[in-house]
């Protein structure tokens, strides 16, 4: 990981990190990068996946009808709203 | 009961902030299941206790608001500073990456982190999902044994709930460990005060009459690296849906609709966070998803099969949660990423949905659904928030 690859990263996870943050960050990822090359030897090729820890055995709920929620009240949490959708702003000129 | 819920779990009466400053001042719309089942069992819900931002610090000290800081100047989670000020009996949250175990260990109180799948996560901040499950963290292993009746139970709104049987038979008190194998390896990385607490554990066991061996738990390790892999990819997807538009805080500062989007999560986020999201977002990358995420997931399958050998010998294994049992403000101001050195002890349990129990500031861990059996064995060691081991 480099300074313009983490720039990458900034920009697809909407961040905007200050030079200090790159290179506490840059460091955080050298570390990771260290612990997982320590582990080179086992191989695990061979081995299945584990996805989940515990079997998965339903996974569909019942097809009923439920009340779902309030739109107001969902509306109520967000920093702004214009009859009944989320305002933001203008995306298309 | 008195009973406090930590700031990851929704609830419609009291603000949820996941201790971040993106949540500030939110109201869930619902209740979280875990705090629907405890009013329905009679118990009141008196207040929230303070958590790290996104729970994966090392105690609570990247809260937007600050740390929490114990009388002796050490860092305490807020579900400790809970208990100490009596505004509650027990504290339920969820254990991310460690945090609440830690905070049990350094203040000698007992923490069980759920087998996962025994108690729902429906209402519940969504973070690491295929680790991370519901704790319990009271004065007495009877206060917690209480508490993991009440919740634990199948939730058909919870895609990972387990069935009700085997949801039952976890919470239900059976045979006390009577064999315990001690992790070298776990134990040899940790500090002297750890070691030393650990020998004093060992001697409680056998006289007791509990069989102590040493076990190689050098397979365990992986689980740290691994976990340290699977954690963060999967947090970086969970807080990708704060944007500052559909609830939370919103920058000021903005002209178009993508100076909001990263305006808002650059203002409201912290350091450690960012880069936690940065990293997770990394491993899942085309060129790195085989070599590490993928990876870490067959690594995963190897701790959890060293783990069954080690319980086809063994009632329960003995480890400790956290490397010394204190830490202070200085300690994370000089690694802000500690946290993720320090969960090389509770990583094993979070990548593998295995229940652990911190008791006497040192973790046992047993195997899957042996939660009550586990807190029969801190009982019948006399653990208790306000006794010295």
Known sequence: ?93 | MYIALDDLILTKDLPTTGGSLMLKGYYSPFDAEVATRLTGAGHEITCKAAVGEFACDLLGETNFMGPTVDVDGNLCGGDIMVLMNNDAEAVVGLDVNGTPRRSAAVSNHICLKTSYGIVSRYGTIPLACSGESVYVTGVTSATCQDVLESIAGHDPKDGTSLPQERCVAAATPGEVPATVGVCRSLVEAAGPDVQARIQKVIAKLEARGVRVEWVDDSMLLAAKPAWNILMPAELCNNVSRYDGVKYGYRSQDYETIDELYTNSRTEAFGDVLKTVILFGSDVLFTHNYLAKYDRAMRMRRLVVERFQELFAQYDALLMPACSKLAFTPADVEADKFIAFQENLFTAPASISGLPALVAMGVQFMGPHGSDANLLRLSASLGACAWKEV
């Open chain 1, 1 to 93: 990981m480099d300074k313009d690859s983490l720039k990458g990263l900034e920009r697809l996870n909407q961040l905007a990190l200050t030079p200090q943050q790159v290179d506490d960050t840059l460091a955080f990822f050298q570390l990771r990068q260290a612990e997982w090359d320590a582990l080179a030897g086992i191989d695990t090729s061979d081995v299945e996946r584990m996805v989940h820890v515990a079997p998965m055995e339903t996974v569909v709920r019942e097809d009923v009808v439920s009340e779902p929620f309030d739109r107001d009240e969902l509306l109520e949490g967000a920093p702004d709203a214009m009859d009944g959708y989320w305002q933001v702003p203008y995306v298309l000129e």
